[in-house]
């Protein structure tokens, strides 16, 4: 690995590279930081693909892509003289600083658990009305679900006990049976969103991330669907013209894979 100095020696490479694309390159010109942020959005779940698939080559360039945008919004913020990168990097260093005392300064602590409850305690000292303020409103629902639920726990609200969630999980389930049954809609729609939520909470009492566990389902899905996609073609046969039953031969198939 290379030295501490050929990092920095790096990084101001990737510094002067963007200096030059701003001046220079007609389409990093026009790029604002509205422009930039859904390419950012992307890069970050390519680079989730790539720890999914432990790729660890591939993690490397998507995290060149993504430090590739860091830059570029420091790049443009300093064109208006709001912050430069040199902003950026001091301000994450000040806030780790802060609020991490148990390592620069007199605080101890026994646990992770101790330092999350910190974290949340320096935030709201920080003029943070609520714990959940820092939780980004464009977060995927399954994502921010989770999140909620860490900050809350951060506070000690939460669950004792793994079977009290399951316990809830099962009223909840029991809650949408009923409007099912009543035919509501509406009432079906938030009461599905509440299994789903005591669900996410349940899985992290067993330490499952949720996130995680649904895309391995997906791709074991994918999977196994492509395979009869596969199975299919070498009959000569479309998919739509196959009765379910045989669906389902090559579906059993491809599980035992």
């Known amino acids: 690995m ?5 990092q920095l020696q790096a990084f101001e490479r990737l510094l002067n590279i963007m200096d030059d694309l701003r001046k220079k390159c007609p389409w990093d010109k026009k790029q604002t930081m509205q422009t930039l942020r859904h390419l950012t959005i992307e890069e970050t779940y390519e680079l989730g693909d790539a720890i999914l698939d432990n790729d660890l080559n591939e993690v490397k360039n998507e995290l060149g892509d993504l ?3 860091i830059v570029f919004y420091a790049k443009i913020g300093s064109e208006t003289n709001d912050f430069d990168m040199a902003d950026v990097c001091n ?8 609020r991490h005392p148990h390592i620069y300064g007199d ?55 793994p079977h ?11 809650e949408l049976q009923d ?3 009543a035919g509501n809609q509406d ?9 789903l939520f005591s669900m996410i909470n349940y899985a992290r009492f067993l330490n499952i991330n949720p996130e995680d566990a649904l ?23 479309p998919l739509m013209d196959m009765t379910l039953a045989e669906m389902d031969v090559f579906w059993n198939e491809a599980k035992k894979l």
């Open 2 to 6: 290379d030295t501490k100095q050929k």
């Open 67 to 69: 430090l590739l945008h």
């Open 91 to 98: 301000d994450i260093c000040e806030k780790l600083i802060h």
């Open 107 to 161: 605080v101890v602590v026994k646990d992770e658990e101790e330092v999350k409850q910190n974290w949340e305690k320096l935030k709201l000292k920080e003029g943070k009305k609520s714990v959940l303020e820092g939780v980004p409103r464009s977060l995927p629902a399954l994502v921010k679900a989770s999140r909620i639920q860490d900050k809350v726990k951060g506070v000690g609200f939460d669950w004792e006990e």
């Open 164 to 174: 009290q969630v399951w316990d809830k999980v099962q009223e909840e389930l029991q």
């Open 179 to 181: 409007e099912v049954v």
């Open 187 to 195: 009432k079906m729609e938030s009461e599905f969103g509440d299994v």
């Open 215 to 237: 895309e391995r389902t997906n791709k074991k899905f994918i999977k196994r669907f492509q395979y009869l996609e596969s199975k299919a073609d070498q009959l000569g046969k």
